[in-house]
C-alpha cells in the first residue's frame, strides 16, 4: 500500500500526487500489470447500482483483480455510507494481495472523521499494515501564488 498524504489543502494532493499516481500506473502498465483507477465516489455509485441485484462482489470485481488500484482525493468530503462499504470492501479484498495507491488530504489515523467508527478503524488497520506513507507539508502553493500576486489580473 502506498497512501500519500497532504498535510495542508494546495501542498500537492491533487497536482503533485496525482501526477505521481499517474506515472506509477504507467510504469505497472508498461511491466505488464493490469491498473485500475477510481475515486472514493464512483465506488459508491458502483455499490448502489449494483446492491440491488446482489452483485457487489461481482462489480468491485474489475478493481480488486487489478495488481494496482489507485483511489484518488479521499478524505476532501465526508464518504456515503455506500462508498465506504465499497472502499472497505475493496481494501480488505486487495489486502494482502494487491498494491493500493491512496491519495488524501487527510491521514489514514483520522478517517473516523469522515466515515463511520465502525469500519475506519478495520479499513485503516488493512490500509497501514505494510504500508509506505509519503507526507508533504508547506504552504498552499495556490495561496501563495495569490498572495504574492502571480497570476492575478486586475478587474476591469
Known amino acids: 500500500m502506498l497512501i500519500l498524504e497532504s498535510k495542508h489543502p494546495g501542498t500537492g494532493t491533487s497536482l503533485c500526487f496525482g501526477h505521481l499516481a499517474e506515472a506509477l500506473g504507467h510504469i505497472a502498465v508498461d511491466k505488464g500489470m493490469h491498473v485500475a ?5 464512483d465506488i459508491g455509485s458502483l455499490i448502489r447500482r449494483h446492491r440491488i441485484d446482489g452483485s457487489i462482489s461481482k462489480a468491485l470485481l474489475p478493481l480488486t483483480k487489478a495488481h494496482l488500484v489507485i483511489i484518488d482525493d479521499l478524505g476532501m468530503l465526508n464518504i456515503s455510507t455506500d462508498a465506504q462499504v465499497g472502499l472497505y470492501r ?38 497501514l499494515h505494510h504500508a509506505h506513507v509519503v507526507v508533504t507539508e508547506g504552504t498552499s502553493i495556490r495561496l501563495q501564488e495569490a498572495t504574492s500576486g502571480m497570476g492575478v489580473m486586475p478587474l476591469s
Open 37 to 41: 483507477g477510481s475515486n472514493i465516489e
Open 90 to 127: 475493496m481494501i480488505d479484498a486487495a489486502y494482502e494481495r494487491r498494491s493500493v495507491l491512496v491519495s488524501s488530504n487527510l491521514h489514514p489515523s483520522v478517517f473516523d472523521q469522515i466515515m463511520e467508527t465502525n469500519l475506519a478503524p478495520a479499513l485503516v488497520d488493512r490500509l
